[in-house]
């Protein structure tokens, strides 16, 4: 019996408070109180947004957020949405050692038993940027996804482990672990369309208008709907970047049209395990 089209909307959001400006250096009272505004107001501004829905979904928390906004965090579990795993602070494992990155990942998954009662099993990398190191200890830790890759669009894949990539000889792939890659995107990310940040060797100029970045929201589901039988679109949000007012109204006008197209709203650890029944590691 043919199985029926279902098409898969995500809607995750990156609990980063304070977190990301500190780990770029920028803990000033100025950048401070932006992370601020996510965890005071944004936060619950999402929350009150996905009730009068009934949608789902994932949130990705820091161990830094988890001790410092506490009662925030307790809200949004307490409100059933997933609680993933976002490294200790916000530094990119990239950029730490094997030993450095080990440690905030049970650092913080210590936090997250603390409020859920059980340590994460969904992780998505600070800044989307694994080390060598990332699969080797998200496995040994048994988590059973990521979401911090873009090798796929809509459909979910076995992230590979041992990977040689040199510049002057051809790529050399791993083999296919049992660790599900849910896909992401910068295009389907709000901060890089939104944030305007300065730096004293970069600026990232944000401030697009949201309705043209509604746009290309909701035609990336539309093709997902119109050329595959079954996927996911995974949309990553942040509570300081998409908890503006005029953010929030693109929101609702998101979720809105996703609603009335066939979406069907799931936190991404369930949607790695409707991915994992249709396609069981070998």
Not at 3 to 15: E, K, N, V
Not at 109 to 133: C, F, V
Request: a neutral charge.
């Amino acid at each position: 019996m043919p199985r029926m089209p279902r098409h898969i909307a995500c809607l995750t959001f990156d609990f980063d408070a304070m977190s990301g400006f500190i780990s770029r250096g920028m803990s000033s009272p100025s950048p401070i109180s932006r992370g601020e505004f996510g965890a005071n107001v944004g936060a619950q501004r999402i929350l009150d947004l996905l009730k009068k829905y009934d949608v789902p979904s994932s949130w990705y928390i820091p161990g830094h957020t988890l001790e410092t906004y506490a009662d925030q965090c307790k809200r949004v579990f307490d409100a059933g949405h997933e609680i993933g795993h976002h490294g200790w602070t916000h530094v990119p494992p990239a950029a730490m050692t094997r030993e450095q990155e080990e440690e905030g990942l049970v650092r913080a998954n210590i936090q997250i038993r603390k409020l859920t009662g059980k340590y994460a099993r969904g992780y998505r990398s600070p800044s989307w940027d694994l080390s060598p190191h990332s699969v080797e200890l998200l496995l040994k830790h048994n988590f059973k996804y990521d979401s911090s890759m873009m090798g796929d669009d809509y459909t979910p894949y076995r992230v590979r482990q041992g990977d040689v990539i040199e510049l002057e000889k051809p790529a050399v792939f791993g083999k296919p672990t049992k660790l599900i890659e849910m896909p992401v995107s910068w295009s389907l990310d709000d901060y890089p369309h939104f944030e305007f940040v300065r730096t004293n060797t970069t600026i990232l100029p944000g401030n697009m208008n949201a309705h043209h970045v509604l746009q290309n929201w909701t035609d990336d589901f539309m093709y997902l709907r119109d050329h595959l039988d079954w996927g996911v679109i995974t949309y990553t949000f942040h509570p300081f970047v998409i908890g503006r007012g005029h953010r929030m109204i693109v929101l609702e006008k998101l979720i809105r049209t996703l609603k009335d197209n066939g979406a069907v709203f799931m936190r991404l650890g369930e949607a790695a395990t409707e991915f994992e029944q249709r396609a069981p590691a070998s």
